[in-house]
């Protein structure tokens, strides 16, 4: 006689998430386990830890024909997070039981042989599927409790044992409830004063900072690039609520997140090492492609240190994502889509040979235009702001100290403020997004004011996506000093910014 069984998980498509029904079908035949529907080698493992699990716990498993189908059919289910909606299916079809809370539910979470629940990749996007498509009740490992309880909407349970969820089921027993929200916990103290001299860069990293430009430092080592670059997380105003989901997401399914305070309310800072590959960087792998480090820079700053080390494939596979925000991953499984708006930070040496005093500098001419050609035209134009940093010298440390990170926030938020109310009926928050066709048609400064730019696009020393840019960041100069509309001296400022020496 057949009996059917049925429960309900999430299959995690980059950030997205789709409704999976499982269906157990127990009927007459040779004792075996078939598992259908496009599934991985991972969940092909599944029949042996569900197996394994249901007699761990006391349960009787079926010693027949057992079919076990996934569908939509056609969608390519990956990973362990399906083992609990397994066993739950068979469980309900071997005791020919259909219980009503198993109908409402979906069941997320990876089985030991045990029958303990484990946490798996790719929670927060999976509750936030079912919250969007209605379903009432989620059930997720305990461990993965508080960043399901990011979500609201919807009814957030932690199991963690497969007995433990029979007996819920079943209406005899409790699951672990919703946990309160914490605070991401603060980050190392670094401030700006710490930074000697270098006024220029340090205003180019707060202009960086109010409009969201992206922005690129070079000069001899030791003068302070990494150092500026890791204090400019720290003038961002923390992320909104929408934006913290976001972010928590993309870190969620790249299995980045922490335990007790998983949600992400400050931009993240990402520095990946030079030596790093293009999928490392962009994102990729086998089946599915994961998020890299310019999504998990989202909302965030990307920081390249040594840029003129990275490979230059890896390079060019930033123009697309810069220019977007969203980068769209093709692998044999499907298209991932992860967004990726973030403030990209460059940094690197002047040459090979790098010494202390440019001037000591043992390299050809050749050798050092060979060494700074790794960052392409294409590319470089996506950089607003361009900074040549010089050695400070004995007398500097004797100089007054500069603002502190406190001082200069207040005025990068204040600038953020204006833009946001300026851009808000277009759909935008910062200068850095404001489409070049908003600019040229609803923003565009007086004649005279915009005579220098036109100048240069005539004699082909500046594009007209060039010229885009350099308008934003007029913007964002108008915006600290507490203007309404860009004067000649922001434009002019705003063009010193991408014209560096030697360059």
């Not at 909302?299 to 240190?305: A, C, I, M, P, Y």
Request: contains cysteine; proline residues 6%.
């Amino acid at each position: 006689m057949t009996a059917l069984g049925r429960a309900f998980s999430v299959a995690v498509r980059g950030v997205e998430g789709e409704i999976v029904e499982i269906e157990a079908d127990i009927s007459s035949g040779l004792p075996g386990v078939y598992l259908v529907g496009l599934a991985d080698a991972a969940l092909r493992e599944s029949r042996d830890r569900v197996r394994a699990a249901i007699s761990n716990c006391d349960f009787e498993w079926p010693m027949t024909r057992l079919t076990l189908a996934l569908s939509p059919a056609t969608l390519p289910k990956m990973g362990s997070v399906y083992d609990v909606a397994l066993a739950a299916a068979v469980l309900s079809a071997h005791g020919k039981t259909s219980w009503p809370r198993l109908e409402k539910t979906v069941l997320l979470g990876e089985l030991a042989l045990d029958g303990r629940v484990r946490p798996v990749k790719g929670v927060l996007p999976a509750v936030l599927a079912a919250q969007r498509q209605g379903w009432p009740t989620v059930v997720v490992p305990v461990e993965n409790l508080a960043e399901a309880s990011l979500v609201d909407g919807i009814e957030v349970w932690g199991v963690g044992s497969l007995r433990q969820l029979q007996s819920w089921l079943a209406g005899k027993g409790d699951l672990h409830a919703r946990v309160e929200r914490r605070e991401q916990a603060p980050d190392r103290v670094v401030d700006l004063s710490d930074v000697v001299g270098q006024t220029q860069a340090r205003y180019a990293v707060e202009v960086a900072a109010a409009g969201g430009h992206n922005l690129m430092m070079t000069g001899p080592p030791g003068v302070g690039k990494t150092m500026l670059a890791q204090r400019l997380p720290g003038l961002l105003p923390p992320l909104t609520h929408t934006e913290s989901l976001e972010v928590t997401a993309i870190h969620s399914v790249a299995g980045l997140l922490t335990g007790d305070t998983p949600l992400i309310t400050r931009p993240p800072f990402v520095a990946p090492h030079h030596t790093s590959s293009v999928a490392a960087l962009v994102g990729g792998g086998t089946g599915l492609a994961r998020p890299g480090a310019v999504s998990r820079a989202h909302r965030g700053v990307l920081f390249l240190d040594e840029f003129a080390e990275i490979n230059s494939a890896a390079l060019e596979a930033l123009r697309t994502p810069l220019e977007d925000g969203v980068i769209r991953l093709a692998r044999s499984d499907g298209v991932a889509c992860y967004q990726c708006r973030i403030q990209l930070v460059l940094a690197a040496n002047l040459c090979p040979c790098a010494p202390p005093d440019p001037r000591d500098c043992q390299c050809g001419v050749a050798e050092r235009r060979r060494y700074r050609s790794k960052l392409s035209g294409p590319l470089v134009d996506r950089v607003d702001l361009r900074v040549e940093m010089h050695a400070s010298r004995a007398g500097t440390f004797n100089d007054e100290e500069g603002e502190s990170t406190d001082v200069v926030r207040q005025r990068v938020w204040a600038a953020r403020q204006a833009a946001a109310e300026r851009w808000r009926p277009h759909g935008v928050a910062t200068n850095a997004e404001v489409s070049g066709s908003l600019l040229r048609r609803r923003f565009w400064p007086s004649t005279q004011v915009m005579k220098p730019l036109r100048r240069a696009v005539d004699r082909g020393t500046l594009s007209i996506r060039g010229m885009d840019r350099t308008l934003r960041v007029a913007w964002t100069l108008c915006d600290l000093a507490g203007r309404t509309t860009p004067d000649a001296d922001d434009v002019a400022t705003a063009m010193s910014f991408r014209q560096v020496e030697g360059q």
